[in-house]
């Protein structure tokens, strides 16, 4: 029968990494490309300046869509860790239980 090995190590390595990604995200870039478009807004006028800003915002939906997947996945990584955790457990106390 095979074997399935899962590395709880790695597994939260990568969690927290990810976690780390999202939380950098929010804090850091969003905000900074929000402050730099606000600063941009108030300086740049014309056609140019609002056709910036329109590309802008569109970039920003899409790192705040970038963001939620980060948390979402985050969020599943999580999941699977806690429900390796719970299998193995349990497959260990049957293990124990059965007689060959």
Known sequence: MGEIVFDFYT????????????ERMKT???????EVTQQISGSWNGAAG??????????LERL???EKMLKLTAESLQEA???????E???????????Y
């Open 11 to 22: 597994a939260e390595q990568v969690l927290r990494q990810t976690e780390e990604m999202a």
């Open 28 to 34: 850091e870039i969003l905000q900074n490309f929000r």
């Open 50 to 59: 609002d056709q910036f800003l329109s590309v802008a915002e569109r970039e």
């Open 64 to 66: 705040e869509q970038t």
């Open 81 to 87: 860790v806690h429900t390796a955790k719970i299998t």
């Open 89 to 99: 457990e349990q497959t260990k106390e049957i293990a124990e239980l059965r007689t």
